[in-house]
Structures are given as structure tokens and as C-alpha cells.
């Protein structure tokens, strides 16, 4: 085991006896009694209370107020990591390898019974994500660490579905995961604002020399989601769109992550969205066709007519075929 084991151990081993002995730590560690005694200091240096007691019934213990501290994470903790770690593998999580090694930390240094209530609980929990691309792992890694560590990269990225790469001055300032995609939300040298860029489109990325300022207080999220969502003072830029159906049609479109902050007003078989007309025009009639006969649009009757004409088009589309 490494250093760090180590000395978790002998702490571990610190908290569930009375006093133990250096040669009983070095003997169940399987390491020499010198290094035991090496580790005690560098325990004692962090902190942790130890007392040494000399003579025949002498060894190490805890000061007792210590033993009592939530040093180890109770039952519902240690469920809430581990639940947490599915949810974080199947995201594409780039440290997986080494939350895997914490998860068996964890499991390691429990008591039996808490390790069968946790494998029992695991069995019954479980993600189902879209497959993560392996080669994104690299990329993710690196940004994370120049978010941390505020390092200017240098970029080569594919806008939309182009075919040719642009090399990028950016200065990274967080990750996003939103929809089963990662994001990186960086300040763009080359359009001079701060913009997101989709991480399985960047083709290569390498750390500069520059290092950068973060703005105080930002937060990569509400950005992200700002330019997601339509201005709230921009009114006069958005539409009535009405439509009726099934209650549980009505209430998972009241669901959706962009409508649901567009309702108004609904009923169980009727919503009121206000909505900006670009999105009308280029997304809604796509999304609302995969509803079938479960909806109905009653206002505005331009939507109505964009149904219909994507109706025909794929119509025509697929008889062509």
C-alpha cells in the first residue's frame, strides 16, 4: 500500500481499539516498526492527537474527544458517495480511475456490516446514460486542470459540422455537463468573449505558457444556462403559442428543460407558453411532431402551417426514398 494507506490504516486502526502497540500496527500493516514510527510523527505533525504511552501496558491511542469526531463517513454517507460515483462514472466523469479507487477506499475502511448495507443498496441503484466517447477523458482531464490552475490553452476546434479545424487562444473557466454533453465555457481570445464550446468537438488542445484572471464570482453554469433561456425583459420578442392534449402529454411538455420556464399559464389538458419566435420557427414544430395525436396546437396558426409543411417534407422525403 501507499504512504497515504498507510497512515489511513494506522488511524483507522488508532479508532476502533483502546491503545494498540507500534509492533501490533507494523505487524498488521505487514511494514517494518521503524516506518511505523515515522508515520506517527507525520500523523502527529498533521494534527491528529495522538498519546503515547511508555512501559509495559503502553501504545498508541486517541485523545477520546477525537474518536468521537465524524472523521469517517456514517452509513448514509458512504451510500450517498457511492450512489454519487454512478451518476459521476456514467456522465463521462474524467477522473474515473481514481474515483474507483476512492469507492474501494471507502468500502475498505468500513466495518463488514456497513460494506453489506452499501454492496445491497448498489445492487438495486444504477445510471443509463448515452455512451461516453473514451477519447474525450484526455481532453476533460486537461481542462479541468487548467480551470484549476488558471493555464491559458491553445485550441483546435470544429464549429458545427465543418470540416476544417480553427486554432483558439482560450482561457478556460469551468465545465459544464448538460444533456448527456460536456462544455467548456471559456473566455475566446479570437472573438474577444466569453463563449461555450462543445469538448467532442475540440480536436487537439495543448496548455501555453500564459497563465489568466478569473472573474471574481463567475459561475459557468448560469452562464451557460443564460444563453440558453430567452431574456425575461426582452417581452415583446416573444409569442403565444397554445396548445391542448393529454394530461400527462401537457405535463411532460410543462417538464421539458426549455418550455418549462416558458409556461404561463396551464390546466390538466391545456398550456400557455411564451416563447420567442425563432425557436417556433426552427425547433418546436420538429419536438412537438414526436407527440403524435396526443397534441394539439391551437394558436398561432403559422405554427400550425410549419407542422404541417415538416409533416410533408418528411413525407415526401421518405416516398422519394
Not at 468521537?68 to 454519487?84: I, M
Request: aromatic share 10%; glycine share 4%; charged share 20%.
Amino acid at each position: 500500500m501507499s504512504k497515504a494507506d498507510n497512515m489511513l490504516s494506522i488511524l483507522w486502526l488508532l479508532q476502533t481499539e483502546k491503545k494498540i502497540t507500534a509492533k501490533q500496527l507494523a505487524e498488521a500493516l505487514e511494514i517494518n516498526i521503524r516506518t511505523v514510527y515515522r508515520y506517527i510523527d507525520a500523523l502527529c505533525a498533521s494534527g491528529v492527537p495522538i498519546i503515547s504511552d511508555a512501559g509495559h501496558n503502553g501504545g498508541y491511542s486517541l485523545l477520546h474527544p477525537f474518536t468521537e469526531a465524524p472523521l469517517f463517513f456514517d452509513l448514509n454517507e458512504q451510500k450517498a458517495l457511492v450512489h454519487a460515483a454512478v451518476f459521476a462514472e456514467e456522465a463521462g466523469y474524467p477522473f474515473g480511475t481514481d474515483l474507483m479507487n476512492a469507492i474501494a477506499k471507502l468500502k475498505r475502511y468500513t466495518n463488514e456490516e456497513q460494506r453489506q448495507t452499501i454492496d445491497r443498496h448498489s445492487v438495486g441503484f444504477e445510471v443509463i446514460l448515452p455512451p461516453q466517447d473514451p477519447a474525450l477523458e484526455s481532453f476533460l482531464q486537461e481542462i479541468e486542470l487548467s480551470v484549476a490552475n488558471a493555464c491559458r490553452l491553445q485550441m483546435g476546434y470544429i464549429k458545427n459540422y465543418q470540416l476544417n479545424v480553427q486554432t483558439r487562444e482560450i482561457d478556460p473557466y469551468g465545465l459544464v455537463h448538460w444533456r448527456a454533453k460536456w462544455y467548456l465555457i471559456a473566455y475566446c481570445h479570437l472573438r474577444g468573449e466569453i463563449r461555450s464550446f462543445r469538448v467532442d468537438r475540440i480536436h487537439s488542445i495543448s496548455r501555453t505558457d500564459a497563465t489568466f484572471e478569473r472573474p471574481p464570482g463567475f459561475s459557468a453554469r448560469q452562464l451557460f444556462l443564460t444563453n440558453l433561456l430567452p431574456e425575461t425583459d426582452q417581452q415583446e420578442q416573444l409569442i403565444s403559442v397554445v396548445v391542448k392534449g393529454r394530461m400527462q402529454a401537457i405535463t411532460d411538455l410543462c417538464g421539458h428543460w426549455f418550455l418549462g420556464h416558458a409556461v404561463v399559464e396551464r390546466t390538466s389538458e391545456q398550456v400557455h407558453f411564451r416563447i420567442s419566435e425563432q425557436f417556433v420557427h426552427t425547433h418546436v414544430p420538429h419536438f412537438f411532431l414526436s407527440y403524435g395525436k396526443s397534441i394539439q396546437v391551437i394558436e398561432p396558426a403559422f405554427l400550425k402551417e410549419r407542422l404541417v409543411a415538416v409533416a410533408k417534407d418528411l413525407l415526401d422525403y421518405y416516398q422519394s426514398s
